[in-house]
């Protein structure tokens, strides 16, 4: 399967946000993919995608949960989301912001890369690693040593419990800006696809949407969480003023060390925008102008996926100028196939699948070898 992805902004009114500061970032970094605000206030006249929202989130405030309006935000986002065919959602709140075109994509690329069939990838924080038990304890050392080096701030870390207490560990990304597995939100929150009453209801029940996920998370993967999250390098969120300040996380942005940072309570636009004059531009010569996309295309099976390891391990360390790799396999394969590709660590694949012809595998396959073009339509050659 394909991913489809995209990036949801819950932007409320601006009488209680600063939402001038936020849409011109947004404005002066265009993403590469779409981004949708929505609100229950109308900001058609400021940005190109905007849902209205029909009601008031307010409806769902209540005195027994302080954050079922905020839960309430969250669900209606995933319905959005549901109904764009969306497989994976980036979620952002109004005081995130970027500095780059295209940031989007550098967050996409490092979370796809890292581990194509992850749940979810963000700022991890981490609830009683070593509450649980080894192998819980191990998963977390090994989180910690991927980004060891090249993270701008410690992993967030609490615990709840006394030492020789055992308790369950919960793992999540900080929410304000994260990135989600839409099939697996749907499955843990069926009621965002049912009626106004259902997903109001869930949302005055359950905890912080994103420490619910968490809880979530944990309940059905216990120890081996971990391997269902990506701690992403790329971005920093964070909560209040603890660990950093609001200066320190603005100059993380404007020298480029992340492309996206949460939280800036300012009315700050971010960094300016690199203007190139056209005496400053730089006259391109013919023997500069980028060569044609070559394309790898693999079409494999599972039974062959013992070769295709070295083959990707192969295409990582030598081949270069190539516009990346296409892989094609049979549908029930693509998991596993996923696994390879997490397990090499190779960057730049596009996943694809079909239904094999039954009793002529191999024909299908080389059929489908005929068909590469339509398999690598962006390509030159393959």
């Not at 008031?56 to 027994?64: P, Y």
């Amino acid at each position: 399967m394909n991913e489809k992805l995209g990036i949801l902004m819950y932007l409320a009114p601006p009488k209680l946000v600063s939402a001038s500061a936020f849409l011109a970032n947004m404005r002066n970094f265009p993403a590469k993919h779409e981004l949708i605000i929505y609100s229950d206030h109308n900001y058609s006249a400021e940005w190109p995608v905007v849902f209205k929202l029909s009601g008031d989130v307010e409806i769902a405030k209540t005195e027994k949960n302080r954050t079922a309006v905020n839960n309430l935000v969250f669900f209606l986002g995933l319905r959005i989301a549901a109904n764009r065919g969306y497989t994976h959602v980036m979620i952002l709140e109004h005081d995130c912001r970027v500095n780059v075109a295209g940031w989007d994509d550098i967050i996409w690329q490092e979370f796809l890369s890292k581990n194509p069939s992850a749940i979810m990838g963000g700022s991890m924080v981490v609830f009683n690693p070593c509450s649980f038990n080894r192998k819980a304890a191990q998963g977390f050392e090994e989180l910690l040593s991927k980004s060891v080096g090249n993270r701008i701030m410690p992993l967030s870390v609490c615990g709840t419990s006394h030492l020789a207490e055992q308790r369950p560990s919960c793992i999540f990304p900080n929410g304000a800006f994260a990135i989600y597995r839409l099939d697996w939100l749907l499955k843990i929150f069926p009621e965002v696809l049912g009626t106004p009453q259902q997903y109001i209801e869930l949302s005055k029940t359950q905890k912080t949407w994103d420490y619910e996920i968490g809880i979530q998370l944990w309940n059905e993967f216990k120890e081996n969480s971990y391997q269902h999250v990506v701690s992403l390098e790329s971005i920093y969120s964070g909560y209040g003023n603890i660990l950093c300040s609001e200066d320190e996380r603005k100059q993380w942005l404007t020298e480029g060390k992340i492309v996206g940072v949460h939280q800036i309570k300012s009315d700050w636009k971010g960094p300016e925008p690199k203007a190139v004059s056209a005496e400053a531009a730089p006259i391109v010569p013919v023997a500069s102008i980028p060569a044609k996309k070559v394309r790898i295309f693999i079409v494999t099976y599972a039974n062959d996926f013992s070769y295709l390891e070295y083959c990707l391990r192969s295409i990582k360390k030598f081949a270069i100028g190539f516009s990346g790799v296409t892989i094609l396999v049979p549908t029930k394969d693509v998991h596993a196939l996923r696994e390879i590709i997490s397990q090499v660590g190779i960057e730049n694949v596009t996943v694809k699948s079909g239904y094999e012809w039954k009793g002529k595998g191999m024909l299908w396959h080389l059929m489908q070898k005929c068909r590469s073009d339509e398999w690598c339509p962006d390509a030159d050659y393959v």
